[in-house]
């Protein structure tokens, strides 16, 4: 889909649900980082906004998660978080959870009055069903993806399937450069 936002503009009131595991995953194996101020900004400009909601766990004694999660809340996104989790295995492996699934799929139901279009940014084949759901309640759906890291069954039943890398251009995290006054070495 070359241009996302002027399909945006036909949606109606449009809620968006970011599964940041899901996105941050898909993002590191494409080799790009999400501006999420610059997404924010997008879908604001674009559409209807009528939320932007962000799920992501946090570890409980990190100064950085509490920063990040302060800074997309002042962004203007609303934040669902919950205390990462980690689970030992008998070999020694630990593998972190912070699954938000349930949460996200309380929040579109919650809401569905609230708006027409539904913006999933996940690739979760647990959310087929909620995809069939809204299209019983006529909402249209929205899926945003990477290629290898969104199941095809929610890819063929959204109405839309949006790639990642439509985003890359428009919301690429650059770090900025630091300021060197002229004539400094």
């Known amino acids: ?33 999400m501006d ?3 997404l924010y900004q997008f879908f604001n400009d674009s559409c209807i906004c ?17 920063r990040w999660l302060h800074i997309l809340r002042r962004t203007g996104y609303i ?11 008998n070999d020694g492996h630990i593998d972190m959870k912070g699954n938000l699934d349930g949460y996200i799929f309380i929040d579109v139901l919650d809401r569905i009055n609230e ?8 690739g979760d084949s647990d959310f087929e069903i909620l995809v069939d759901y809204l299209h019983k309640h006529n909402k249209k759906v929205i899926v945003c993806s ?4 969104v199941a095809m069954n929610l890819r063929r039943k959204a109405d839309r399937y949006v790639s990642l890398m439509y985003f890359q251009e428009l919301c690429q995290y650059k770090k900025p450069t630091p300021f060197i006054e002229k004539g400094a070495v």
């Not at 990477?146 to 890291?149: F, L, N, S």
């Open 1 to 33: 889909m070359k241009d996302i936002s002027s399909y945006l503009q036909h949606c109606g009131k449009v809620m968006i649900f970011i599964d940041a595991a899901n996105i941050i995953y898909s993002l590191r194996s494409l080799g790009w980082r």
């Open 36 to 38: 999420y101020h610059k």
């Open 50 to 66: 009528r939320g932007v909601y962000f799920y992501t766990s946090y570890r409980r004694d990190n100064p950085r998660d509490k």
């Open 79 to 89: 934040v669902r978080q919950r205390e990462l989790k980690l689970i030992r295995h």
């Open 115 to 122: 708006y027409d279009t539904c913006i999933l940014l996940s």
């Open 146 to 149: 990477a290629r290898h890291h």
